[in-house]
């Protein structure tokens, strides 16, 4: 059973900085895509960041210019560098990843807070 665990969350004042981390328990090539998903108190989830095995990213439009997606395939990790933090980004992060049969895996999230 594929696993992906999420680490690297916690509290943060506004326009400081995380890195948060995913590893997969099996080779990052078995998929074709891997992201971050976020999901705020009382919304839906939704699309952070994504890198294909080709590292071709794409970026929800809020986080541009502060979020960074990085992968490093010897490690099997994902990165998602966080910038310039603000309040509103203050959610449980979720890694993602996706096969070439469709197949998803979550993981179980990690809580960033940004708060003064």
């Known amino acids: 059973q594929v696993q992906l665990v999420e680490s690297g969350g916690g509290l943060v004042q506004p326009g400081g900085s995380l890195r948060l981390s995913c590893v997969t328990s099996a080779s990052m090539f078995s998929f074709n895509i891997m992201g971050w998903y976020r999901q705020a108190p009382g919304k839906q989830r939704e699309l952070v960041a994504t890198?294909?095995?080709?590292?071709?990213?794409n970026y929800d439009d809020s986080v541009k210019g502060r979020f960074t997606i990085s992968r490093e395939n010897a490690k099997n990790t994902v990165y998602l560098q966080m910038n310039s933090l603000k309040p509103e980004d203050t959610a449980v992060y979720y890694c993602?990843?996706?096969?070439?049969?469709?197949?998803?895996?979550w993981g179980k999230g990690t809580l960033v807070t940004v708060s003064s």
């Open positions: 890198i294909t095995n080709s590292k071709t990213t």
């Open positions: 993602h990843a996706r096969n070439y049969y469709g197949i998803e895996k």
